[in-house]
């Protein structure tokens, strides 16, 4: 009597453990990975391209020359009194950029300041690139100074010579320079989103 009630049990226990097993398949098959909220391409691209709309404006681009002399002005015309960036991007012995650019504006002369004022260096030259190449230049750590992507974007949103495009000051005649197109605050909120969109570079 034992032995046919254990015969009877074993094939229900083998259909128990397949049907098991196939509801346990289904469910693993119909599992979906649920990953980090990205943006689509047309909010990634108009972060860059309100990003690239700040990096390109003269308050940023007149300290990333490709000829290691500093511009001035939205024009962009070339320093006053023949400066150039020397060796360290730093001008030369007796014409350091540090001795009329001190740590903040000098509204009464004109001169611009903020902390360790000087041009970019010859790597990060963006003069004469498009959009999409600079934004290479500046994802690149071998020309970039060896940053990482959070490395960039605490320069891009903490420096305080970048944040100067911001509070230019005002020129010799007393005039306000011209700040970049759109605030400190939403340049910060594009770029942080665009790199946590993974900084993809749109094609045009």
């Given amino acids: ?3 046919t009630k254990i015969n009877y049990l074993i094939p229900l ?7 098991i097993a196939s509801n346990y398949s289904s469910s693993f098959n119909e599992y979906i990975s ?4 990205t943006l689509n391409s047309s ?3 108009d972060n860059f391209t309100k990003m690239m709309d700040v990096l390109t404006h003269p308050r940023c681009m007149n300290c990333h020359p490709s000829d290691n002399v500093p511009k001035q002005g939205i024009d962009s015309h070339p320093h006053y009194f023949g400066m150039e960036g020397g060796e360290k991007d730093q001008g030369f012995k007796a014409t350091k950029c540090a001795t009329c650019h001190q740590k903040e504006n000098n509204n009464f002369s004109g001169v611009p300041g903020a902390p360790h004022w000087g041009l970019a260096p010859q790597s990060m030259a963006w003069k004469g690139l ?12 071998e020309k970039n100074g060896g940053k990482d992507h959070k490395g960039v974007i605490k320069h891009l949103t903490e ?5 100067w495009a911001w509070n230019p000051g005002v020129d010799a005649a007393g005039n306000k320079r011209e700040k970049p197109p759109i605030s400190e605050e939403e340049f910060k909120k594009v770029v942080k989103e665009w790199f946590a969109d993974g900084a993809i570079i749109p094609e045009n």
């Avoid at 226990?13 to 049907?19: E, F, M, Q, T, V």
């Avoid at 649920?34 to 909220?37: A, D, N, P, V």
Wanted: net charge neutral; hydrophobic share 45%; proline share 3%.
């Fill in 1 to 3: 009597m034992k032995t």
């Fill in 13 to 19: 226990l083998l259909i128990s453990g397949i049907l």
């Fill in 34 to 37: 649920i990953e980090k909220k």
């Fill in 43 to 45: 909010e990634n691209k």
């Fill in 130 to 141: 498009t959009r999409q190449e600079i934004a290479a230049v500046i994802l690149n750590p």
């Fill in 159 to 163: 420096d305080d010579l970048v944040l």
